[in-house]
């Protein structure tokens, strides 16, 4: 038996607190906690990776701290459309969506692609088509406001580019995403995203992309990934990580800092991915100020922003 470890993140970026708004840092570092120990309990009862890190990306989807399923951002038409993606490391199998509106929980869609079609990927009026015919469960514009991202829409609405999920002073990605590897030494990832604050034209990032934002393998690792996703699409980010594994024969921690800390950086792309090896080492990169994120094993819990 392996011993089981998940990771989780809620978005890179410039992130800041002023000291009036500890109660906010305090939030944040409570959502990770509670994400940490509810899927660590599943996870070390028995519950596979895949099953675990689409629990932990649909709990997240519900805070509305995060650019993902409720605390999505606005589109430039002031909708919210997001994107999410999961991936089993032990089959190689996958399931994506993009371009959702309306559904509560993209990554449990993506998780039933997975499982239920011959798909990786359904996109658009067709996919929400999907999710009501599943009766995934549907929310109206209502649910999806958020003060905050609403005031952050309205600062660049009409601007012929896109944001991102702005906050404070500089740009934060407020993407959700989790990995794992269970006690069968299998590992998995998901990712699920709102996208960029005024996105266009059904602009679609990395988050849904496997082998740009999202990837797993039981030879590699697992991966998910938070930033400026045209960048980590280029980079084709998490399957470099895997590839500089398998072929190049570098440890987990080499291979996602070469990607992150150079080939990314080099690129001009910011952002940060969190892996998870079959032997479960963690390890969590960022070229960002902050990135939300945490992990939990038998020894040791950790959340952190900075
Ligand atoms: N990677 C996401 C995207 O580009 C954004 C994020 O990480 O918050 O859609």
Sequence with gaps: M?????????????????????????????????????????????????????KAVSIMEDCDLFNAGKGSVFTANGNHEMD???MNGETLEAGAVAGLQGVKNPVLVAYDVLQNTPFVMIAGEEAIEYARHKNFKLETDSYFYTQLRYDQWQEIKGAAGMKLDHSGEGAKFGTV?????????????ATSTGGMTNKAWGRVGDSPLIGAGTYANNKTCAISCTGHGEYFIRGVVAYD??????????????????????????????????????????CMPFNTKGMYRGMKNEAQTIARIF
């Design 2 to 54: 392996k011993i089981p470890a998940i990771a989780i993140h809620g978005g890179s970026g410039t992130i800041t607190f002023d000291t009036n708004n500890s109660e906010l840092k305090k939030r944040y570092l409570n959502a990770l906690n509670s994400t940490l120990d509810e899927v660590y309990e599943m996870l070390s009862g028995g519950s596979s990776a895949t099953e675990c890190v689409s």
């Design 241 to 282: 990580v895997s590839c500089r594994m398998e072929y190049g024969g570098k440890s987990l921690k080499q291979a996602a800092y070469d990607v992150i800390y150079k080939k990314l950086k080099r690129m001009g792309g910011e952002g940060g991915l969190i892996a998870v090896d079959s032997s479960g080492n963690i």
């Design 177 to 189: 995403g989790a990995v794992a590897v269970d006690n069968e030494g299998n590992v998995a990832a």
């Design 84 to 86: 999410a993606a999961i």
